[in-house]
Every structure is written in structure tokens, then in C-alpha cells.
């Protein structure tokens, strides 16, 4: 499927396996990230254990993440695009949409606008039977528990 390049040129909040220390970081950020900020947006986090990554839907919690500002811009995004399974809006094939989002900088408290992939919830049923909400909003954290665990 054709990806869709995004219209303006905006940082990237990730808060999953595109944070650094991750297998997604390194396949398609490494080397490629001039900028990053410990950062918060505000959601409902939940770790999808049957897909292995986390899921961001509407809600009022911090999520914690990082923003990101990269090199090579557009054929990072098309490539994140890719990844996230975005096709463009209104798409109904979308597992995740690009979105533009206010993320606060943890460091400074200001605000910014950038790009956040949240999880477009096609199948309710799937996702419930699944789902487990991780009320503190930082999927590393959760994944280092998890993984101890296990």
C-alpha cells in the first residue's frame, strides 16, 4: 500500500518499541535521531500481549514517551508509517493513525505539537479479551517488569 507522506514537518512522540534501548529504536531510528526529550502526552495506555507493543487510546493518564526530532525525515515517517500500519486517514486498514497531539516536555513543561501513532480500535471484542492497562503510562517500565516476570 502507497504511505502517505506527512504534510508538515513535526517531531515524533513515541512511547513504545520505537523508544530507545528497543528492536524497533534500532531498526528504523538509530542514526537517525538528532533530538531527544523525555516527554508526556495524555491517553489510556495498554500492552497488547498477543501483539507484543503497547496501544494509546483517548483518556486523561500521562503517558510517558520521548520526542524525537529526525534526520532523514520523510523516508523515516514513511518507513514509521509502515510499521505502525498506517495507510493515511480514514484508511480502514489503519492498526494505528498518525495524529498531531500537545506533548509536554518534561524537562522545560512546554508544550508541543507533534506526531503521535494512536491505536485505532477495529475490533473491541479482540482488544478487550487482550488488553492490560498499564495505569502508570510507561510501557518500558511495564516491559522490564514484564519480561522479569515471565
Same mark, same amino acid.
Given at each position: 500500500?502507497?504511505?502517505?507522506?506527512?504534510t508538515?514537518?513535526?517531531?515524533?512522540?513515541?512511547?513504545?518499541? =520505537?523508544?530507545?534501548?528497543?528492536?524497533?529504536?534500532?531498526?528504523? =531510528?538509530?542514526g537517525?535521531?538528532?533530538?531527544?526529550?523525555?516527554?508526556?502526552?495524555?491517553?489510556? =495506555?495498554?500492552?497488547?500481549?498477543n501483539?507484543?507493543?503497547?496501544?494509546v =487510546?483517548?483518556?486523561?493518564?500521562?503517558?510517558?514517551?520521548?520526542?524525537?526530532?529526525?534526520?532523514?525525515?520523510e523516508?523515516?515517517?514513511?518507513?514509521?508509517?509502515?510499521?505502525e500500519?498506517?495507510y493515511?486517514?480514514?484508511?480502514?486498514?489503519?492498526?494505528?493513525?498518525?495524529?498531531?497531539m500537545?506533548?509536554?516536555?518534561?524537562?522545560?513543561?512546554?508544550?508541543?505539537?507533534?506526531?503521535?501513532?494512536?491505536?485505532?480500535l477495529?475490533?473491541?471484542?479482540?482488544?478487550n479479551?487482550?488488553?492490560?492497562y498499564?495505569?502508570h503510562?510507561d510501557?518500558?517500565n511495564?516491559?522490564?517488569k514484564?519480561?522479569?516476570?515471565?
Amino acid at each position: 500500500m502507497l504511505m502517505i507522506k506527512p504534510t508538515e514537518k513535526r517531531k515524533v512522540f513515541v512511547y513504545g518499541s =520505537l523508544r530507545t534501548g528497543f528492536f524497533n529504536y534500532d531498526k528504523y =531510528l538509530k542514526g537517525n535521531v538528532l533530538n531527544c526529550e523525555a516527554a508526556k502526552i495524555k491517553g489510556k =495506555l495498554f500492552h497488547m500481549p498477543n501483539k507484543g507493543y503497547p496501544a494509546v =487510546l483517548d483518556g486523561d493518564d500521562y503517558i510517558y514517551g520521548e520526542v524525537m526530532t529526525v534526520a532523514n525525515y520523510e523516508e523515516i515517517m514513511v518507513a514509521m508509517d509502515e510499521m505502525e500500519g498506517y495507510y493515511g486517514e480514514n484508511n480502514t486498514d489503519n492498526e494505528y493513525i498518525r495524529t498531531v497531539m500537545d506533548v509536554e516536555i518534561i524537562e522545560t513543561g512546554t508544550i508541543e505539537k507533534c506526531y503521535v501513532y494512536k491505536y485505532e480500535l477495529n475490533d473491541q471484542d479482540e482488544f478487550n479479551k487482550h488488553k492490560i492497562y498499564i495505569s502508570h503510562g510507561d510501557w518500558k517500565n511495564f516491559m522490564t517488569k514484564f519480561k522479569k516476570d515471565a
